[in-house]
């Protein structure tokens, strides 16, 4: 397949999965982008001819380009696409198409390409709320968040929400900031999570009072819902930014995770859609580097490992808990990847 196929070929694909996960704008646009990108603009080139895996699961081609583009409406610089973009009723692909060729014809969205999409899904701090309570019922203390794949820390400060689980309460009250999923099963378990710390790391650490613009302009224009949680999120984290370092994260667990002395907090490391693309180096450093440390750990000072990915050999998006000094990992969850949907397991399913 040549090269410019190829391509079109990854924006259809994203198309596929945007309609899936309840976008059709995002998707006709990526049906819209695949037809009139050519080669006579600078944007048009640079994507045609990407010389990296232009995939949804590779470099997210089209969620770069997706993103420059609501950027550029949000910010008032592509008056000929804002009138089709939502609320407005969802356009064709022919007007839609005519208007993206004037704003394709743009050097600003270059820079768009460069970096991979970066969205910190608020809703997903509901899953790993749950999971932490299943933390916390079994080690009944302070937990200390270690996120792989922070981004800019909206999911580190997942205490500062409120959160109804299967009818369950937890998280602050009175936060702006309210997840109530689509819940199956029963709730989680009614434990207190109590945090005592909380660091993360990201190759691209996403300051939320810098970058605030261009995270939103990574959400889907046609889920306002989720554009509300993460405007909201950002401002609790303006005021108070979650500690993100750069770096890569495999480095960073070797160096952060280390034997803990006694009655030391719940060590978590957790990571939500993020695991999944990290390179397979970088993987197996990780888990080689939590399971040594955890074979050390005591009852006294347990580890917990929190993963909320989709694993190669499964269709949807599990909860899964490590924990140690007894080792059990458990499958605790199957959730949609934005969590707007949570099926609970009970003991005997799991």
């Given at each position: 397949?040549?090269?410019?196929?190829?391509?079109?070929?990854?924006?259809?694909?994203?198309?596929?999965?945007?309609?899936?996960?309840?976008?059709?704008?995002?998707?006709?646009?990526?049906?819209?982008?695949?037809?009139?990108?050519?080669?006579?603009?600078?944007?048009?080139?640079?994507?045609?001819?990407?010389?990296?895996?232009?995939?949804?699961?590779?470099?997210?081609?089209?969620?770069?380009?997706?993103?420059?583009?609501?950027?550029?409406?949000?910010?008032?610089?592509?008056?000929?696409?804002?009138?089709?973009?939502?609320?407005?009723?969802?356009?064709?692909?022919g007007p839609l198409g005519d208007a993206l060729a004037a704003v394709l014809a743009r050097d600003a969205l270059l820079p768009w390409l460069e970096r991979a999409p970066q969205t910190n899904e608020v809703g997903r701090s509901a899953v790993l709320m749950a999971g932490l309570m299943a933390v916390a019922a079994r080690f009944p203390r302070p937990i200390a968040l270690l996120e792989l794949g922070a981004s800019a820390g909206l999911n580190l400060q997942l205490d500062r929400y409120r959160y109804d689980l299967g009818g369950r309460a937890a998280g602050d009250p009175d936060a702006a900031v309210r997840l109530a999923p689509d819940w199956l099963g029963p709730p989680p378990p009614a434990a207190e999570v109590r945090i005592a710390g909380r660091r993360g790391v990201d190759l691209s650490p996403v300051d939320p009072r810098r970058d605030r613009d261009r995270l939103l302009a990574y959400i889907w224009p046609d889920q306002p819902r989720r554009l509300a949680l993460a405007e909201a999120a950002l401002d609790i984290a303006a005021a108070d930014p979650p500690p993100v370092d750069a770096g890569d994260a495999a480095d960073w667990i070797e160096a952060r995770l280390g034997p803990a002395g006694p009655e030391a907090p719940v060590r978590a490391v957790i990571h939500s859609v993020a695991f999944q693309y990290f390179p397979r180096k970088a993987q197996a450093r990780v888990a080689r580097h939590i399971e040594r440390i955890g074979a050390e750990a005591t009852a006294a000072a347990p580890l917990a490992w929190l993963r909320f990915e989709k694993l190669a050999r499964d269709r949807e998006y599990s909860l899964r808990l490590r924990t140690w000094p007894d080792g059990g990992d458990a499958l605790l969850a199957w959730a949609h990847p934005h969590a707007s949907r949570v099926r609970w397991l009970d003991a005997e399913q799991r």
């Open positions: 397949m040549a090269r410019a196929d190829e391509v079109r070929a990854s924006f259809a694909e994203q198309a596929y999965w945007c309609g899936r996960l309840g976008s059709p704008f995002t998707a006709r646009l990526c049906e819209a982008l695949a037809v009139r990108l050519d080669s006579s603009t600078a944007v048009g080139a640079r994507v045609l001819g990407w010389p990296g895996d232009p995939s949804p699961g590779g470099d997210a081609l089209a969620l770069r380009l997706a993103g420059g583009l609501h950027a550029l409406v949000r910010s008032g610089e592509a008056p000929e696409l804002a009138p089709l973009y939502p609320p407005a009723a969802l356009p064709e692909g």
